[in-house]
């Protein structure tokens, strides 16, 4: 239930939010879960990324949220500005590369790839015609 997606705890450092994402949650439909599993994919890609450089996971000075990541779910848990965590999320999962196509790290798209994600993304129902 929506009511259960946020929990607050306070810390002596402020509060702390956790954020919860479940694909059986009765209230998503299928781009919900699509987009749980976009952001899986993602932060198991950084994970991986920090494995391969023989480094250790993330910390809070380098990402300002950590996660946890199962076969059913996403948990989020971060202190401060929800829109830094938003921010560096974005930042992380999207990029812009010459000559304007969407790049997603996770997803490994060569050039073609990026300009077919790119090219569908820009024919959602979600862009209007004066963003493109």
């Not at 607050?8 to 749980?36: C, E, Q, W, Y």
């Not at 932060?43 to 950590?66: C, F, G, I, V, Y």
């Not at 996660?67 to 202190?79: F, N």
């Given at each position: 239930m929506i009511?259960?997606?946020?929990?607050l705890r306070l810390s002596?450092?402020?509060?702390?939010?956790?954020?919860?994402?479940?694909?059986?949650?009765?209230?998503?439909?299928?781009?919900?879960?699509a987009?749980?599993?976009?952001?899986?994919?993602?932060?198991?890609d950084l994970e991986s990324q920090q494995r391969q450089r023989h480094q250790a996971p993330l910390t809070w000075h380098q990402a300002p949220l950590t996660w946890q990541v199962t076969d059913e779910s996403v948990e989020l848990q971060w202190q401060g500005k929800d829109?830094?965590?938003?921010?560096?999320?974005?930042?992380k999962t999207y990029q812009i590369k010459e000559p304007g196509y969407l790049n997603v790290p996770a997803l490994k798209l060569d050039e073609q790839g990026?300009?077919?994600?790119?090219?569908g993304v820009l024919s959602t129902f979600l862009q209007h015609n004066k963003q493109r």
């Amino acid at each position: 239930m929506i009511q259960n997606w946020v929990r607050l705890r306070l810390s002596r450092r402020g509060i702390v939010r956790k954020f919860t994402l479940s694909i059986f949650d009765p209230n998503f439909l299928l781009p919900h879960r699509a987009g749980i599993a976009g952001l899986a994919l993602v932060l198991s890609d950084l994970e991986s990324q920090q494995r391969q450089r023989h480094q250790a996971p993330l910390t809070w000075h380098q990402a300002p949220l950590t996660w946890q990541v199962t076969d059913e779910s996403v948990e989020l848990q971060w202190q401060g500005k929800d829109k830094d965590v938003v921010r560096w999320l974005l930042n992380k999962t999207y990029q812009i590369k010459e000559p304007g196509y969407l790049n997603v790290p996770a997803l490994k798209l060569d050039e073609q790839g990026q300009y077919s994600f790119t090219r569908g993304v820009l024919s959602t129902f979600l862009q209007h015609n004066k963003q493109r």
